[in-house]
């Protein structure tokens, strides 16, 4: 007895192994262009003042390279999955046009998943490789440790002159006025205590009378507390246009691929 042809429709209706090699090049592709972008930026600005490309601008660059990367990379692994994906007999022209866009959508969510591991590797081995160079100067680690991030605000607290200059191995006084520079800037604010005590230090250190210890801890701490807020801001900034990025090349990608599919199966564009 002949036994009856099964329909594609009842069969896997994705091949991964288009998605994968779609998304690998993807991923290579994407970090290939983020290279060559950083290479650009890096040539475009100076330390010198008035020499080289202004923050803003390079900024606005940035942010154009950055989808412009995740539409290229993504555009090509998804036109790539739909033209290697397997062709589909005896299913509906909706259901293969579904399919593809789920071929290139998949094919951006696997590289993505590729290109962020790769990056997150990248900074682990980095940050150990800091650590084992650390460690053969125990002085200079413990000293990077109490500083912190707010290290250049806690040496605007404790700048003496000269001639006041005392000890400089004060780790452990560094370490307890970051502590406190940190929870105040977590609290946005500056509880007298803290304030009386960050005047004493600061007296003692620099030679200073106590109201222009206590006004130097106050301008310090605006101050401080401004770079955060910029930080912040930055980083929100750059958050909602990473997420802009993403989004068009998730788009790119599932349009793409049924470009890609179409072709494959020789049906006009």
């Not at 991964?16 to 930026?41: D, E, N, Q, R």
């Not at 008035?50 to 692994?77: D, E, F, H, K």
């Not at 106590?210 to 605006?222: G, K, L, M, N, Y």
Request: with cysteine; net charge neutral.
């Amino acid at each position: 007895m002949e036994m009856p042809a099964r329909s594609d429709a009842y069969s896997s209706g994705v091949s991964w192994p288009a998605v994968i090699g779609g998304a690998f090049v993807s991923a290579s592709l994407g970090l290939i262009l983020l290279t060559l972008g950083t290479g650009l930026g890096f040539s475009s600005v100076s330390p010198w003042s008035n020499a080289g490309a202004s923050a803003s601008t390079m900024t606005t660059v940035a942010i154009l390279w950055l989808i412009l990367t995740q539409i290229i990379a993504s555009a090509m692994g998804g036109y790539l999955a739909g033209r290697l994906r397997t062709k589909w007999t005896q299913v509906h022209t909706d259901e293969v046009y579904f399919r593809d866009t789920a071929h290139g959508f998949l094919v951006w969510a696997v590289g993505l998943v590729i290109a962020a591991s790769v990056l997150v590797s990248a900074a682990t081995t980095f940050a150990g490789e800091r650590a084992r160079s650390s460690t053969a100067s125990p002085a200079v680690a413990n000293s990077e440790a109490a500083a912190g991030s707010n290290a250049y605000f806690v040496d605007m607290l404790l700048r003496a002159t000269p001639s006041a200059a005392a000890d400089r191995n004060d780790i452990t006084e560094r370490g307890m006025v970051q502590r406190t520079f940190d929870h105040a800037l977590l609290q946005r604010s500056l509880p007298p205590a803290d304030k009386t005590y960050l005047a004493q230090v600061v007296a003692a250190r620099t030679g200073m009378n106590a109201p222009d210890a206590e006004s130097r801890v106050s301008d310090v701490f605006e101050q401080a507390q401004s770079a955060a807020d910029k930080a912040r801001s930055a980083i929100a900034r750059f958050s909602l246009w990473l997420f802009v990025a993403l989004l068009c090349g998730a788009f790119c990608a599932s349009y793409a691929g049924t470009i890609g599919g179409k072709q494959r199966d020789h049906v006009p564009v």
